[in-house]
């Protein structure tokens, strides 16, 4: 979250971690530090908002302000250089700034309609009425899976398998999640879309250039010109093999 110039991260409980590299590999950024008052904040404060996330089972808490780390804390058994499983985190550390690249560079407008890149959809009353910016604020109307539930094995139908074989998600949710209110009409939150969105934004990347993906577009647009070590890319967990997936990458969908 950032917000009048604060970064935020709080990480919850974790279920995996990455492992494309060692975990005792050191952090990316090495950020200076500050004390809290030097910045405006209350140092009593930020404990006791540790101890409670705490004992909520949150992991970490990293907060920064005008560049500088003000405070930093761990669990046992986690550090800096800890990874740590993302998540929906990737809307924010991934989806977001994607999106406004993509959109920046003419690639795809939020008021596209879905529909304009998965064909299929147009025979449906409601998908085609749903655009990228419905997607994008989770108010295109498409139901979401429960992981929790997919965990004990409880999910009916299709949406097991969707929790169960992550390399299928996005063929699941552009054929068989359902679209259960107008598109636009309120807010549902629905990870379902996201695997829609990720493999829109893939279409128009392949569109442009044939072989480009979102990670190699997020290096390039995002993290590189940030002065971001080109492996930040390595937040994007799962990706589709499936040909007719054209190598989707997740933007955060869980």
Same mark, same amino acid.
């Given at each position: 979250?950032?917000?009048?110039?604060?970064? !935020?991260? @709080? %990480?919850?409980?974790?279920?995996?971690?990455?492992?494309? $590299?060692?975990?005792?590999?050191?952090?990316?950024?090495?950020?200076?530090?500050?004390?809290?008052? +030097?910045?405006?904040?209350?140092? /009593?404060?930020?404990?006791? %908002?540790?101890?409670?996330?705490?004992?909520?089972?949150?992991?970490?808490?990293? *907060?920064?302000? $005008?560049? /500088?780390?003000?405070?930093?804390?761990?669990?046992?058994?986690?550090?800096? /250089?800890?990874?740590?499983?993302?998540?929906?985190?990737?809307?924010?550390?991934?989806?977001?700034?994607?999106?406004?690249?993509?959109?920046?560079?003419?690639?795809?407008?939020?008021?596209?309609?879905?529909a304009d890149w998965?064909?299929?959809? /147009?025979?449906?009353?409601?998908?085609?009425? *749903?655009?990228?910016?419905?997607?994008?604020? $989770?108010?295109?109307?498409?139901?979401?899976?429960?992981? &929790?539930?997919?965990?004990?094995?409880?999910?009916?139908?299709?949406?097991?398998?969707?929790?169960?074989?992550?390399?299928?998600?996005?063929?699941?949710?552009?054929? +068989?999640?359902?679209?259960?209110?107008?598109?636009?009409?309120?807010?549902?939150? +629905?990870?379902?879309?996201?695997?829609?969105?990720?493999?829109?934004?893939?279409?128009?990347?392949?569109?442009r250039s044939v072989?480009?993906?979102?990670?190699?577009?997020?290096?390039?647009?995002?993290?590189?010109? !940030?002065?971001?070590?080109?492996?930040?890319?390595?937040?994007?967990?799962?990706? @589709? &093999?499936?040909? &007719?997936?054209? &190598? @989707?990458?997740? !933007?955060?969908?869980?």
């Amino acid at each position: 979250l950032l917000a009048g110039g604060v970064l !935020l991260v @709080s %990480l919850g409980g974790v279920a995996a971690v990455w492992s494309v $590299h060692p975990l005792s590999e050191p952090a990316l950024v090495d950020w200076p530090e500050a004390s809290p008052a +030097s910045e405006g904040f209350d140092g /009593n404060a930020l404990r006791a %908002l540790a101890d409670s996330l705490a004992e909520r089972g949150t992991k970490t808490l990293l *907060i920064a302000r $005008h560049g /500088n780390v003000v405070f930093e804390w761990y669990a046992p058994g986690f550090d800096a /250089n800890t990874r740590h499983y993302t998540a929906a985190m990737l809307k924010g550390l991934a989806a977001a700034p994607t999106l406004v690249a993509a959109v920046d560079e003419g690639l795809i407008s939020l008021d596209d309609r879905a529909a304009d890149w998965i064909p299929s959809w /147009n025979s449906d009353p409601r998908r085609a009425q *749903i655009t990228l910016h419905d997607l994008a604020f $989770h108010a295109s109307g498409m139901e979401d899976v429960d992981f &929790d539930a997919g965990q004990a094995g409880e999910l009916p139908g299709w949406k097991q398998r969707y929790y169960d074989h992550p390399d299928e998600r996005f063929r699941l949710a552009i054929d +068989s999640a359902r679209v259960f209110f107008a598109p636009g009409d309120h807010f549902s939150y +629905s990870g379902v879309g996201y695997y829609v969105l990720s493999y829109i934004v893939t279409e128009a990347l392949q569109r442009r250039s044939v072989g480009q993906d979102i990670p190699a577009f997020l290096v390039d647009e995002v993290y590189g010109p !940030l002065g971001l070590p080109a492996r930040s890319g390595d937040c994007l967990l799962y990706t @589709s &093999d499936a040909a &007719d997936e054209e &190598d @989707s990458v997740d !933007l955060g969908g869980r």
